[in-house]
């Protein structure tokens, strides 16, 4: 089992930048493949990003590729999402979740990650 904790979250100017971390306790953290998902009002959660267990494999949804990078240290059990080109409709809750280590890599569907953070939120102001 593993627990995660986001941080960085926080109000930004659209074209500014923020780095969210994802902490993870538990153990085995680098057999975790982690993902960002993020939630608007009114609107269902959303992939963002996905890192596989050693960080070889990426993915992005398309909204973001090209202006946030997804990276992860095994060894601080950290996983960050930097967001570079904020825009509006970047404003969301941010979660961060662990897919179980029988998966090697990330999923789009929040149905594929077995342990979720509380969020941060991430406010962009136009």
């Known amino acids: 089992q593993v627990q995660l904790v986001e941080s960085g979250g926080g109000l930004v100017q659209a074209g500014g930048s923020l780095r969210l971390s994802c902490a993870a306790s538990?153990?085995?953290?680098?057999?975790?493949?982690i993902g960002w998902f993020r939630q608007a009002p009114g609107k269902e959660r959303e992939f963002v990003a996905g890192i596989s267990w050693g960080g070889g494999n990426r993915y992005y949804a398309d909204s973001v590729k090209g202006r946030f990078t997804i990276s992860r240290d095994n060894a601080k059990n950290t996983v960050y999402l930097q967001m570079n080109s904020l825009k509006p409709e970047d404003t969301a809750d941010y979660y961060c979740?662990?897919?179980?280590?029988?998966?090697?890599?990330?999923?789009?569907?929040?149905?594929?990650?077995?342990?979720w953070g509380q969020g941060t939120q991430v406010t962009v102001s136009s």
């Open positions: 979740a662990a897919r179980g280590s029988s998966y090697p890599l990330p999923s789009t569907s929040t149905s594929g990650y077995d342990y």
């Open positions: 538990g153990r085995a953290f680098s057999s975790y493949v």
